[in-house]
């Protein structure tokens, strides 16, 4: 077995294209006869999602990412179909300059290394006093067994990586709501700081219809103590979208839906001041921005069978 490091190519930023209006970037990090290997991303700072994606993927036999203190494997659930990675730069990430290695090996049993550092670049994220009921501040006794059981179940779901991949081509936005752009907010409640905002508020009438962004299974429907009736879409290989405050759902646990498919309705339950509909993503239990995740060109990388 032969073992090649490849010269790293620094053509960077070679084109910006852009979906429904948001701009994703991408670079070229090697490119050879045997395969090209592509970043993509929005930005590069806290709640942003980085797409590495590998063309001429015939040749390719396996890829990891290592980066983060965590391994990233490829989504490919057909031969025919371009291998990609997503990595979720969390809401928590510190900024500063992060290695990337990617290991590709060949179907000749070639292995290569690719090195590229990343800069997360430090965002600076608003400060919102809001007024709630207080038990939603301090709960009661009685609510706090409650409250443990239920993110128990939560960081459950999170920390569950589903082998298949179900998504079909590009998210959406679940309503046509107007967004708040309040991902990672910094909230006081009632003159106590209690929480970092980890979605995007979108503002609409109660009532109105909330489609599920894309393809996947629900792995929660249920009222919880915080964020009211609340749905959880599991679209595989640890990524989920959020979807907290409805006035009511028409789905259940463990059913298959499809974007688009109407999954409930807006309303204001649990700690909200009004109607609206908080839409959350995670990946790899990264909290992430769900315009970035709309960013990103997943319908080049759809199944062709």
Known sequence: MNNKKLKIYFLIFIFSCSIKGIAYQTEILETNKLFTVKL???????????????????????????????????????ENLTPIILIGIDLETKPGIYKMIIY???KKGENFKIEKSIRILGKKFPLKK????????VPPPEALERIKKEKEILNSIWKTVTPNWFINGNFITP???????NFGERRIFNRKYRSIHSGEDLISKHGDDIKASNDGKVVLAQ???????????DHGKGLYTLYCHLSSFNIKKDEFIKKGDIIGKVGAT???IGPHLHWGVKLYD???DPYSLLSMPLDLFKNNN
Do not use: C, M
């Open 40 to 78: 993509q991303y929005r930005a590069t700072h806290p709640g942003e999602i980085l797409l590495i994606n590998i063309d001429n993927s015939e040749n390719i036999n396996s890829v990891e990412v290592y980066i983060f203190n965590r391994v990233f494997s490829t989504i490919r659930e057909y």
């Open 104 to 106: 590709l090996n060949t």
């Open 130 to 137: 809001l007024w709630v009921d207080e038990k939603y501040v």
């Open 175 to 181: 309503l046509e709501g107007k967004g708040k752009f």
């Open 223 to 233: 009222e919880l103590y915080f964020s009211g009736n609340t749905v959880i879409i």
């Open 270 to 272: 649990g700690r909200a």
């Open 286 to 288: 990264s909290q992430i």
